[in-house]
């Protein structure tokens, strides 16, 4: 399985931008999809996820209400938009497929593939 994200950028405080991780193979109903950032010196965190089958969705709690996860089971992509941007959302995005999470789906050691990462920066 490959996940290839894109959509990363620049883009001043406040903006928005939409990241895409389309995935190489049909994704099954027991997978879970996430989305974890990280930032120089710092280690990865998660951002979002949701179940494929359920679609029920997961948030750190900083980027509730501003970030939204969601799935095109036709595309087979899941999507992350990110509306009011901070600077301190400024990181490196990874998207990632699991198989068979439950209550691990915040946690980066329960996923089994991960896309190569796109670059997000947030000007003040």
């Known amino acids: 399985v490959q996940l290839q994200a894109s959509g990363g950028g620049l883009v001043q405080a406040g903006g928005s931008l939409k990241l895409s991780c389309a995935v190489s193979?049909?994704?099954?109903?027991?997978?879970?999809m996430g989305w974890f950032r990280q930032s120089p010196g710092k280690e990865r965190e998660f951002v979002a996820a949701?179940?494929?089958?359920?679609?029920?969705?997961f948030y750190l709690d900083s980027v509730k209400g501003r970030f939204t996860i969601s799935r095109d089971r036709a595309k087979n992509t899941v999507d992350l938009q990110m509306n009011s941007l901070k600077p301190e959302d400024t990181a490196v995005y990874y998207c990632a497929a699991g198989r068979n999470i439950l209550s691990t789906i915040r946690s980066a050691s329960s996923y089994n593939y991960w896309g190569q990462g796109t670059l997000v920066t947030v000007s003040s």
């Open positions: 193979e049909r994704i099954s109903s027991n997978y879970g």
């Open positions: 949701l179940r494929w089958n359920s679609g029920h969705t």
